[in-house]
């Protein structure tokens, strides 16, 4: 190897080195601020090397267990159901507008995309998904509507359909007399897997994340999701922390919450599944974005 090429060898090692840690740090200091004293950081602010560690906020979380647990639950349902009926409904939808031969597909295309830039807005949406459809108190008020709203997805299907399945295999298929369904089912989908799998990460992102519609459409708190969940807990110990004269009336432990702490050790338990997942998801993610969302 050339003295030039070595130099860049070992350049681009060191840049993709510092990229790394840049991605890394962030969440090494959040886990770590997580099993920090409340003290620690109220006195040092966040730090790597705390004088004091202290599991107190993953104590208070193991207090809420069997409702953190149900939330985990409803969350992982919630989560898998809708990553796949959205999968499905998403290619059903791209598919036929993929084809150049489907009657107004160009105009359908249009409207997907006009979606995405005007909507109805909060006050509609909430009293058709209420007064119509009744999903108030629902499981299926936390996968409706990111079932109907998600026309980016569909317009990226639709390109990764038009510019890498071949239209020649989907010819030969149609000649030797199958059906679209089975066109769709036996050939597309088998080479649409980048493309699946990237839909279906940022699906299962959103709907692991999700918490505005368990706000406003649930008031059961057996149907709370993990992150609604959360944001309760969270907004319980700052109201808490920011009224002394309500938390002195309090327990003696609950005016010892680590609030700072118990912030990032949310964060932690949250995106710890996803932090799991991504890896295998990776190399499918990568190519799929590649192929659909630039050639798009």
């Known amino acids: 190897m050339a003295k030039e090429e070595r130099f860049w060898h070992w350049g681009s090692n060191i840049i993709l080195i510092l990229l790394s840690l840049a991605c890394i740090c962030p969440f090494l200091l959040l886990v770590i601020s997580s099993l920090t004293d409340e003290q620690s950081i109220i006195q040092q602010g966040y730090?790597?090397?705390?004088?004091?560690?202290?599991?107190?906020?993953?104590?208070y979380i193991w207090q809420?267990?069997?409702?953190?647990?149900?939330?985990?639950?409803?969350?992982?349902?919630?989560?898998?159901?809708?990553?796949?009926?959205?999968?499905?409904?998403?290619?059903?939808?791209?598919?036929?507008?993929?084809?150049?031969?489907l009657p107004g597909g160009k105009f359908v295309a249009f409207l997907l995309f006009f979606?995405?830039?005007?909507?109805?807005?909060?006050?509609?949406?909430?009293?058709?998904?209420?007064?119509?459809?009744?999903?108030?108190?629902?499981?299926?008020?936390?996968i409706i509507p990111g079932l109907l709203m998600n026309g980016f997805s569909v317009l990226m299907m639709r390109?990764?359909?038009?510019?890498?399945?071949?239209?020649?295999?989907?010819?030969?298929a149609s000649i030797d007399g199958a059906r679209?369904?089975?066109?769709?089912?036996?050939?597309?989908?088998?080479?649409?897997?980048?493309?699946?799998?990237?839909?279906?990460?940022?699906?299962?992102?959103?709907?692991?994340?999700?918490?505005?519609?368990g706000l406003i459409y649930l008031t059961d708190p057996e149907l709370?999701?993990?992150?609604?969940?959360?944001?309760?807990?969270?907004?319980n110990i700052q109201f808490l922390s920011n009224n002394s004269s309500v938390s002195s009336l309090a327990s003696g432990s609950m005016q010892e919450l680590p609030?700072?702490?118990?912030?990032?050790?949310?964060?932690?338990?949250s995106i710890a599944p996803i932090m799991i997942a991504y890896p295998f998801l990776q190399k499918y993610f990568v190519k799929g974005?590649?192929?659909?969302?630039?050639?798009?």
């Not at 709370?224 to 907004?235: D, K």
């Not at 609030?259 to 338990?269: D, H, N, P």
């Open 47 to 59: 730090s790597f090397f705390p004088e004091t560690f202290s599991f107190a906020a993953y104590e």
């Open 64 to 101: 809420q267990s069997s409702l953190i647990f149900n939330a985990y639950g409803i969350t992982i349902f919630v989560t898998v159901v809708g990553t796949a009926s959205s999968l499905l409904i998403t290619s059903m939808l791209a598919y036929p507008l993929s084809r150049p031969d």
């Open 115 to 142: 979606a995405l830039l005007f909507n109805g807005g909060l006050a509609p949406t909430y009293i058709i998904y209420t007064q119509i459809f009744h999903l108030k108190n629902t499981l299926a008020a936390l």
């Open 159 to 172: 390109g990764f359909f038009m510019t890498t399945v071949p239209a020649s295999v989907l010819e030969s």
């Open 180 to 213: 679209e369904f089975t066109i769709y089912r036996k050939i597309v989908l088998p080479l649409s897997l980048p493309i699946l799998a990237v839909v279906g990460l940022l699906q299962g992102l959103m709907y692991w994340n999700d918490w505005f519609n």
């Open 224 to 235: 709370y999701s993990l992150q609604t969940v959360m944001n309760q807990l969270m907004s």
């Open 259 to 269: 609030t700072e702490a118990f912030r990032m050790a949310i964060a932690v338990i």
């Open 289 to 296: 974005l590649a192929l659909g969302a630039v050639k798009g």
